[in-house]
T-cell receptor, first 115, second 112 residues
């Protein structure tokens, strides 16, 4: 049982380049989300999805796009990378069971550097 | 906007000392979750509290949810070097389904 799988683990981009961070989960979780983690800032929500075909913005969505074509996959696209997007990115998923959020399962993270 | 505040940001203790981190919200929380992130790792779920005044224990860790459901604490008794990491609280701020809001975390360093 792999859980939440993120690829790549590390990435270096030049300003203006685009790329996609991959996230896949094998737990049949309805809820999937992307967070970025910066020193002293904690975990900030970028985008989230409550099911295939449904996505919504989080706290810091600018510069990022997402789609959810299947239950398993939730890729995060950087359209035109900027140095401010240098961060560690975590994908997380959970069941949806009523109004109380279920525990999040996090991937191992992607460390992104934009030069 | 609405936030979940966590203090302290950082604490350095000697092995065997106790440690407490506090989580506060200006609005009522539906729940509180606690996560631990080891250096270089990813956040791992520890526990969830839902009821007003709830107290739960996991070995040397004690978790409390305030009576007004606006604050929470995590207390570690007799810290060990294996407790090193950043502890995050997270809560749901609004009624209906919405996302979790994370505190900024408390980084714990334990010296042997």
């Amino acid at each position: 049982n792999a859980g939440v799988t993120q690829t790549p683990k590390f990435q270096v981009l030049k300003t203006g380049q685009s790329m996609t961070l991959q996230c896949a989960q094998d737990m049949n979780h309805e809820y999937m989300s992307w967070y970025r983690q910066d020193p002293g800032m904690g975990l900030r929500l970028i985008h989230y999805s409550v099911g295939a075909g449904i996505t919504d913005q989080g706290e810091v969505p600018n510069g990022y796009n997402v789609s959810r074509s299947t239950t398993e996959d939730f890729p995060l696209r950087l359209l035109s990378a900027a140095p401010s997007q240098t961060s560690v990115y975590f994908c997380a998923s959970s069941y949806i069971q009523g109004v109380i959020p279920s525990p999040l399962h996090f991937g191992n993270g992607t460390r992104l550097t934009v030069t | 906007g609405q936030q979940v505040m966590q203090i302290p940001q950082y604490q350095h203790v000697q092995e065997g000392e106790d440690f407490t981190t506090y989580c506060n919200s200006s609005t009522t929380l539906s729940n509180i979750q606690w996560y631990k992130q080891r250096p270089g790792g990813h956040p791992v779920f520890l526990i969830q509290l839902v009821k007003s005044g709830e107290v739960k224990k996991q070995k040397r860790l004690t978790f409390q949810f305030g009576e007004a459901k606006k604050n929470s604490s995590l207390h570690i008794t007799a810290t060990q070097t294996t407790d090193v990491g950043t502890y995050f609280c997270a809560g749901k701020l609004n009624s209906g389904y919405s996302t979790l809001t994370f505190g900024k975390g408390t980084m714990l360093l334990v010296s042997p």
